[in-house]
């Protein structure tokens, strides 16, 4: 566990095991601790790195500032730099996935694969919705009404249900998040960094080997979104997992691992039939 300093500010990482490099990249509400029940299996034959995004985790808050996308991009190629590596592999959910999509096209030679899960080429009128809503509900400081607005939305209806021992651990740890204040401004401030994210006229130039997963019954990203992403990117492949949500990874870990680890991993082979 470490800290680099990127624009004055402290950066929380970890990096973990050791080979070729994935660099693992959160979802707007995630931190690092998410990744806690993936890091064996991805660290096993891989160096795993994992970072907290500014407004993120135990790295730096940023209250009273306005940014974009480009200062999360910019801090992820400085830690890159900081770890000396010349190249990643980048995998990435929702927020994650945007932010690891546009690092791929500003910095072509740094990301040799990417992978990104319930990611869209911009954010729609739908989703800019969705995150004002989080943002008024946000604003009340009721961590109960918090949860209710955004986490049902994040599963499927058949796992939301399905598991409800599971989602009740959830609302008992989360609520008590969702109360506090600095996390909620953060989070302000990171969704309202989203509202402009829009690649749809540069992702033409992203030269990354890209694999777009999609969750059947994701309803913040849905499907289309990541069929838009997929045409739009150069010989990317498209995948899509059936009834899951939008937090596929906890939906389904062991496809969501297998994913990440083969498409990484495998060699490129030019078949002569």
């Not at 994935?22 to 979802?27: A, E, K, P, R, S």
């Not at 034959?45 to 009273?64: I, T």
């Not at 997963?213 to 010989?235: C, F, M, N």
Request: hydrophobic residues 40%; aromatic residues 10%.
């Amino acid at each position: 566990m470490s800290f680099f300093e990127y624009r004055g500010k402290q950066v929380f990482y970890t990096a973990d095991g050791a080979g070729e490099p994935i660099l693992i990249l959160n979802g707007i509400m995630m931190s690092t601790k998410s990744w806690t029940p993936f890091v064996e299996s991805l660290s096993a034959r891989n160096m795993l790195v994992r970072v907290d995004f500014l407004d993120q985790g135990q790295s730096a808050k940023l209250p009273g500032e306005t940014y974009g996308h480009d200062l999360q991009v910019g801090l992820l190629a400085a830690l890159c730099a900081h770890l000396g590596l010349a190249h990643v592999n980048v995998v990435g959910i929702s927020y994650g996935g945007e932010i690891g999509v546009e690092l791929a096209i500003a910095f072509p030679a740094l990301v040799r694969r990417l992978v990104v899960f319930n990611t869209g080429s911009y954010t729609s009128p739908w989703l800019r919705d969705i995150g004002r809503a989080w943002i008024a509900t946000g604003r009340t400081r009721d961590g109960e009404a918090y949860y209710n607005t955004a986490i049902p939305v994040i599963y499927s209806p058949h796992y939301y249900e399905s598991r409800r021992d599971w989602m009740e651990r959830r609302r008992k740890v989360l609520v008590p998040v969702f109360s506090d204040p600095a996390f909620l401004d953060a989070m302000e401030r990171l969704t309202l960094s989203s509202e402009a994210y829009d690649v749809r006229s540069d992702i033409s130039r992203l030269t990354a080997r890209t694999l777009v997963v999609s969750a059947e019954e994701d309803y913040l990203t849905p499907v289309a979104d990541q069929k838009d992403l997929h045409e739009r990117i150069p010989g990317s492949e498209w995948i899509k997992i059936p009834v899951a949500g939008h937090a596929s990874m906890y939906e389904r870990p062991l496809l969501f691992t297998t994913l990440v680890l083969g498409f990484v991993n495998v060699k490129d082979v030019d078949y002569q039939i």
